[in-house]
């Protein structure tokens, strides 16, 4: 398991060029293209389980979903962040895309050190020491457990 | 306790007496806006629209604005497939291709009004609270859950109060106001937040209201809002809407804000978003001298007929420096024909302009104007973002309309009060 780190306010842009947003929409087209103008490496480097470490306002700017589904469908595990733009926290909500809000961890965190996650304590450990985040309402939880909102909202209207 | 305009108006959508911050609320709104990217949207529900169809068909309002006219067969396809869908299920509210930029024709054509709600997947949908409306910033996949059900869930969100005090000087605008802002309380300094427009606001324009709600998304806010005065009702009674048409919310004068800030607006001045964030800013003087390659006015930002009139009063019987090239958006065709009406598109083409369809045009970077690698942009775009403009080696810097017609003919950043006086 990698961690990839990164600073404060990394944008949408820097998370999926705005040039592709309406020429690739499916994983498969969104994966090359992912974080390109950020650290063209990660795309070719990433792997099922990888965590992103990162400041504050991390997926600021456009509601392009592309970087949700990208980090999702290449398997990181979790992004935490110091905090996150509201509209890239409500797609990750939206995809099942793990959040963890804790900028007490994120200081923490030096490269090298061993990281472990406990969603359901709401705890993550950084370098053997034990860091609590919150954890998400129950009616947010409900789309999460779907597997996402589309999940969600067909179980929804199939009971109507 | 009062309650703030959010807490009002989520707690009327949401059925209760009182709401709080934090609280999570189920509601309804009135419109739900999205653009060329309906095409990835009605994509996720495909059997799902041709079981059940879309919840209604006056909640959907659609306008082809991002790429257009198309740029490959893709985003040709992309449109087609939506004019198909508008078809199909009767959508009343579309906009093809030429009509404007989304934001434009939302509060253009009335559909959004004081105290309604308003939900879109573009960021900038916050721009809406320039008629007292709340709007917010969704992603493509809660638009899709929306377009089945018509429903979705919103958290309270605290309030930010800011008051603007005093009188700006000439030279200075909205836009300078707005980054000003941006650059004190940073990009993520209203996150998750309302924000709240008090004070001496009757000297802004709904255009001038426009421009400084788009940018909310800029410091992170989940919606800003100018409360409803002569000149929102005013405007309103000139686009034909009733006064009985709408409800306007005010926050009570005992609200409880988490945050309340204020700005002397004499004591703003000119100033730029750097790269490559837009709460990277500096005064127009701290920049002076700086050569710019390509000039953008426009966008759902500054490319209203006032931002037009702005330019062209500065460009007229002047030309654009050679270096530069100037790129002009209306942002919607009833502006653009309001700008041929009183000669300001001929001013700003005999000076040198490029007149683009009204649209996003360069704005995001997949056509029209792109950059090259080393080269300036100034613009009065809302955002700065490396590789916005479709060139990670290329620089976007951001002002307001005044400073970007100046600048444009210098070739270089430029004061604009050495020209407006």
Known sequence: MKVWKYGDNINTDM???????????????????????????????????????????????????????GLKAVGISAVVAESFARIFYRAAINQGLLLVECPDAVNAYKEGNGIILNVDNGEIVVAGKTFSFPKLPKEILAIRDAG????????????? | MGMTFVEKLLAKYSGNQNVVPGQIVTVHPDH??????????????????????VHSTSL????????????????ATNHKVIREFVNTHKIENFFDVGMGVCHQLVVEKGLALPGKLLLGSDSHTCSYGAVGAFSSGIDRT??????????TWLK???????????????????????????GDISASGANYCSVEYHGDVKQFSVDDRFTIANMG???????????????????LDSIGISRSDYTPIDADSDASYMQELTYDLSEIVPVVACPHSVDNVKTVKDLEGLEIQQCLIGTCTNGRLSDLRIAADILDGKKVHPNVRLLVLPASKEIYEGALRHGIIET??????????????????????????????????????????????????LASPATVAVSAIHGKVTDPREEIK
């Not at chain 1, 070719?44 to 949700?68: L, M, T, Y």
């Not at chain 2, 809660?142 to 429903?151: N, P, Q």
């Not at chain 2, 309270?156 to 941006?182: E, S, Y």
């Open chain 1, 15 to 69: 998370l999926f060029p705005g040039k592709y947003t309406y020429t690739c929409s499916t994983a498969e087209e969104i994966k090359p293209h992912l974080l390109e103008d950020l650290d063209p490496s990660f795309s070719e480097n990433v792997k099922e389980g990888d965590i992103i470490f990162a400041g504050k306002n991390f997926g600021c700017g456009s509601s392009r979903e592309q970087p949700v589904v």
């Open chain 1, 148 to 160: 996402g909102l589309l999940a969600y909202t067909r179980a929804k209207l199939k009971k109507k």
């Open chain 2, 32 to 53: 739900l806006l999205t653009h060329d990217n309906t095409a990835a949207i009605i994509q996720k529900i495909k059997p799902e629209l041709g079981k059940y169809g």
């Open chain 2, 60 to 75: 959907s309002i659609i306008a082809l604005d991002h790429v257009i006219p198309a740029s490959s067969e893709k985003t």
């Open chain 2, 142 to 151: 809660e638009a899709a859950s929306l377009l089945l059900t018509g429903e």
């Open chain 2, 156 to 182: 309270v969100p605290n309030t930010i109060k800011m008051t603007l005090k005093g009188n700006l000087q000439p030279g200075v605008f909205a836009k300078d106001v707005v980054l000003h802002i941006i």
């Open chain 2, 217 to 235: 998304i800029e410091m992170g806010a989940k919606n800003s809002v100018f409360f409803v005065d002569d000149v929102t009702t005013h405007y």
């Open chain 2, 348 to 397: 700003l083409v005999k000076a040198g302009g490029v007149i683009l369809p009204p649209g996003c045009g360069p704005c995001l970077g997949a056509h029209q104007g792109a950059l090259a690698p080393g080269e300036r942009c100034l613009s009065t775009a809302n955002r700065n973002f490396k590789g916005r403009m479709g060139c990670k080696d290329a620089e976007i810097y």
